[in-house]
């Protein structure tokens, strides 16, 4: 069993400044491609979460939503818009909604 330490941070630098593909890399390099695969993996993983996490301390995720008619409530239309997508939901249980909402988000 190898006991080789690597500096994955400084790894991943040079990777992503040699424009290899990961395969290439790990020729040159003399590194397992798999290995490398799973560092980045960790990273973006790490990255992607702490990208959401500031943007959610940065700027509320939550949209103001206005009843135009509360008599109409039991059989609503609800309407979600983002850029060019167009979700129409007819849906009276708001925990379903609750729940689709969350599940949107992931």
Do not use: G
């Not at 290439?24 to 798999?34: D, G, H, I, P, T």
């Not at 790490?46 to 509360?70: E, G, L, M, R, Y």
Request: one cysteine or more; aromatic letters at 8%; glycine letters at 0%.
């Amino acid at each position: 069993m190898s006991t080789k330490k690597y500096n994955w941070d400084e790894i991943i630098s040079n990777f992503q400044q040699s424009k290899l593909s990961q395969a290439e890399f790990c020729r040159q390099n003399q590194l397992n491609a798999k290995y490398l695969n799973l560092q980045l993996s960790k990273r973006n993983f790490t990255k992607s979460k702490n990208t959401q996490s500031d943007a959610t301390h940065k700027k509320s995720v939550f949209v103001k939503a206005i009843q135009s008619n509360p008599q109409a409530a039991s059989s609503s239309l609800i309407i979600i818009e983002l850029n060019h997508i167009k979700i129409k939901i007819q849906q009276n249980d708001p925990i379903w909604l609750a729940d689709f909402c969350k599940a949107l988000s992931l």
